[in-house]
């Protein structure tokens, strides 16, 4: 039956008792729900003199956007660059990992491999929404192998590629398809690269500046072809110079078109930023402010061995190792992604930066969403927009994750 004269069948939740995280504000309200979509009250009550068939009593808890992760490489044993028969079943297991952790929606991450496994891993796994079954995927993040030698980081040398004739070709030769491809890093200087840049934004795809010795000339061009977003920012380019910043000048230039953002990745784990570094990318940025947009956008870099024990495991194609929150390409002191979770990057970045809660939040939420142009219905509260959402207790903790207003999961009492 519907309730009372509303227009559809489907039963309403109402969630009481809370504070709802929407235009930059925690709010004292109650948050409706139906058919996975936030609900307009005024619309509910008057037009279709509706009321809720389910209340749930949040207990003071905050209500934010589900957190979605756009650079995640695996965890839990899970690595995302090995081809293998089953790609879909481990990227369904971190999937529901990660629902503990707040994420609701995730860009599984490829690190620079051969053309063999990226042909192999890319038709396996399609953009779908999450439920009870995990987090949903949003399209893959491609991170290389168009890189910077120099600036490698943990991806390994012998298969980084150059872009030889600047158009697609290069693209389809490396990767085989760019169906379910959602972003790709690149270097910004190397040859041919602003073509292969326009050509990606074109087709909806997010392209992001890493691993790159770019000075901000070549990275200000990129950013005029349609690049958007910086590949954990600081970490693998050039330490900015005043008299040539690099990748990191972007933050603050002129240069950037009209109606254009630009959009930089952190990683917020206490160890591949340092606090002072982390609270100069908030506050260039910072967001809630009038006429203001925050641009951070915390990302995990997650790999394999999150959620694992110290030792060796794989990342792609190299060997890594553990030591306390370490991970390490084996037998070096090379830096090769983090093991944080997501709702630990939330609350460092809080910590260490000094930002509000509703930043700090909206950091992991609102401005991924605004990265990936899907903030009509993902990373915030607004009415209309899907309710994948979580219950917080003061402190950031994860009490409970939604997706599309069902519960998926509840830490334990």
């Known amino acids: 039956?519907?309730?009372?004269?509303?227009?559809?069948?489907?039963?309403?939740?109402?969630?009481?008792?809370?504070?709802?995280?929407?235009?930059?504000?925690?709010?004292?309200?109650?948050?409706?729900?139906?058919?996975?979509?936030?609900?307009?009250?005024?619309?509910?009550?008057?037009?279709?003199?509706?009321?809720?068939?389910?209340?749930?009593?949040?207990?003071?808890?905050?209500?934010?956007?589900?957190?979605?992760?756009?650079?995640i490489n695996g965890g839990y044993g899970i690595d995302f660059s090995q081809a293998c028969e089953d790609v879909c079943s481990g990227v369904s297991f971190v999937a529901k990992k990660i629902l503990e952790?707040?994420?609701?929606?995730?860009?599984?991450?490829?690190?620079?491999?051969?053309?063999a496994v990226y042909h192999k891993v890319l038709p396996q796994v399609k953009v779908h929404n999450g439920g009870s079954h995990g987090a949903g995927v949003l399209g893959f993040h491609l991170e290389g192998p168009f890189i910077s030698l120099e600036k490698k980081g943990a991806h390994p040398a012998q298969f980084l590629r150059p872009f030889k004739s600047?158009?697609?070709?290069?693209?389809?030769?490396?990767?085989?398809?760019?169906?379910?491809?959602?972003?790709?890093?690149?270097?910004?200087?190397?040859?041919?690269?602003?073509?292969?840049?326009?050509?990606?934004?074109?087709?909806?795809?997010t392209v992001s500046l890493g691993h790159s010795v770019a000075?901000?000339?070549?990275?200000?061009?990129?950013?005029?072809?349609?690049?958007?977003?910086?590949?954990?920012?600081?970490?693998?380019?050039?330490?900015?110079?005043?008299?040539d910043p690099g990748i990191v000048g972007l933050l603050t230039s002129d240069q950037v078109p009209a109606g254009r953002t630009v959009y930089y990745g952190m990683i917020a784990d206490g160890i591949h930023t340092n606090p002072a570094a982390l609270r100069i990318a908030h506050r260039a940025h910072p967001s809630g402010c009038e006429n203001r947009t925050g641009r951070l956008v915390l990302v995990t870099d997650a790999i394999t061995a999150m959620g694992l024990p110290p030792g060796r495991h794989t990342l792609g194609q190299q060997v890594i190792e553990i030591q306390g929150l370490h991970a390490y390409v084996a037998g070096t002191t090379t830096l090769c992604g983090s093991i944080a979770t997501m709702d630990m990057c939330v609350r460092h970045f809080k910590q260490a930066s000094g930002c509000s809660v509703e930043e700090a939040l909206e950091?992991?939420?609102?401005?991924?969403?605004?990265?990936?142009?899907?903030?009509?219905?993902?990373?915030?509260?607004?009415?209309?927009?899907?309710?994948?959402?979580?219950?917080?207790?003061?402190?950031?903790?994860?009490?409970?994750?939604?997706?599309?207003?069902?519960?998926v999961w509840r830490k334990e009492p």
């Open 363 to 407: 950091a992991a939420s609102l401005h991924p969403a605004q990265l990936l142009g899907i903030s009509n219905k993902k990373g915030n509260l607004d009415y209309g927009s899907d309710a994948d959402l979580l219950l917080l207790d003061e402190a950031l903790n994860i009490k409970a994750t939604y997706i599309s207003g069902e519960e």
């Open 166 to 205: 600047g158009d697609i070709s290069d693209l389809m030769e490396a990767y085989g398809s760019l169906d379910n491809v959602a972003m790709v890093t690149l270097a910004p200087e190397l040859a041919n690269s602003q073509s292969v840049v326009r050509e990606l934004s074109q087709r909806g795809i």
């Open 1 to 71: 039956m519907p309730s009372n004269k509303s227009v559809s069948d489907a039963p309403i939740t109402q969630f009481i008792n809370c504070r709802i995280l929407r235009e930059h504000q925690l709010q004292r309200d109650d948050l409706w729900v139906r058919e996975g979509k936030i609900l307009d009250p005024e619309k509910l009550f008057f037009d279709e003199q509706g009321y809720a068939d389910k209340r749930v009593d949040c207990e003071g808890s905050i209500i934010a956007p589900g957190f979605i992760d756009v650079q």
């Open 101 to 115: 952790h707040g994420v609701t929606s995730f860009c599984p991450t490829l690190v620079t491999s051969p053309p």
């Open 215 to 243: 000075n901000l000339s070549q990275a200000e061009d990129a950013v005029k072809h349609g690049a958007t977003f910086i590949t954990h920012l600081f970490n693998a380019m050039l330490p900015f110079h005043h008299r």
